[in-house]
Nanobody, 121 residues
């Protein structure tokens, strides 16, 4: 069984910064894309940033220049540095990984439980 454990959340001042981590553990042959999503109340979950196994990144227009996604393949961990946090920005944030458990090129999705990032106003 694969688990995603998120850490690093907490209350932040408007305009402040925060770094989130998401560690993947379990029966994994290879992890492909790793991503962060967020979900506002009553809305669908939306992609914030993603990073491929080779390091190629993709960002939502709303976070370009403020968020940085990175990963450590040796630790099966993805990070997200968030700067200039907006108190009106939607949260919580969910970690996502696409992985192959048995080296058969059959990809499986896995989600973290979600990390709140409250921004004090």
């Amino acid at each position: 069984q694969v688990q995603l454990v998120e850490s690093g959340g907490g209350l932040v001042q408007p305009g402040g910064s925060l770094r989130l981590s998401c560690a993947v553990s379990g029966s994994i042959s290879r992890i492909y894309a790793m991503s962060w999503y967020r979900q506002a109340p009553g809305k669908q979950r939306e992609l914030v940033a993603s990073i491929g196994s080779g390091g190629t990144t993709n960002y939502a227009d709303s976070v370009k220049g403020r968020f940085t996604i990175s990963r450590d393949n040796a630790k099966n961990t993805v990070y997200r540095q968030m700067n200039s946090l907006d108190p009106t920005a939607p949260a919580p944030y969910y970690c996502f990984a696409s992985y192959d458990p048995r080296a058969r090129m059959i990809l499986h999705p896995a989600w973290g439980p979600g990390t709140p990032v409250p921004v004090s106003s």
